[in-house]
Nanobody, 122 residues
Framework: QVQLVESGGGLVQAGGSLRLSCAAA????????VGWFRQAPGKEREFVAA???????LYAESVKGRFRISRDNAKNTMYLQMNTLKPDDTAVYYC????????????????WGQGTQVTVSS
């Protein structure tokens, strides 16, 4: 089972940008469908974006046009470029990986990272 480690979180002003990275180890990364979830204080975990082994992508409506997910299989790494950030984007961001079809509900995920905090100030 692949192990995941996120990085790149931090504090940014509204309108700014951040790029999150998710490094994978211990598995064949290119075989995994991977993606991002986030959880804000007092709120349910929500799907953000996913990228399949084929390279096709899926985004939550709330981030479409502002966030871009990508992967570099040679580096065993996934990225989330976040632009035009809003205070509502403040959350802990988790990367996730699954050998099966990616579950946007998060109920059926093989591996989770430990999370990285993103804080957007107004």
């Amino acid at each position: 089972q692949v192990q995941l480690v996120e990085s790149g979180g931090g504090l940014v002003q509204a309108g700014g940008s951040l790029r999150l990275s998710c490094a994978a180890a211990g598995g064949t990364f290119r075989n995994y469908n991977v993606g991002w979830f986030r959880q804000a204080p007092g709120k349910e975990r929500e799907f953000v974006a996913a990228i399949r082994t084929s390279g096709s992508t899926l985004y939550a409506e709330s981030v479409k046009g502002r966030f871009r997910i990508s992967r570099d299989n040679a580096k065993n790494t996934m990225y989330l470029q976040m632009n035009t950030l809003k205070p509502d984007d403040t959350a802990v961001y988790y990367c996730a990986a699954d050998l099966r079809a990616f579950s946007v509900s998060g109920d059926r995920i093989d591996s989770w990272g430990q999370g990285t905090q993103v804080t957007v100030s107004s």
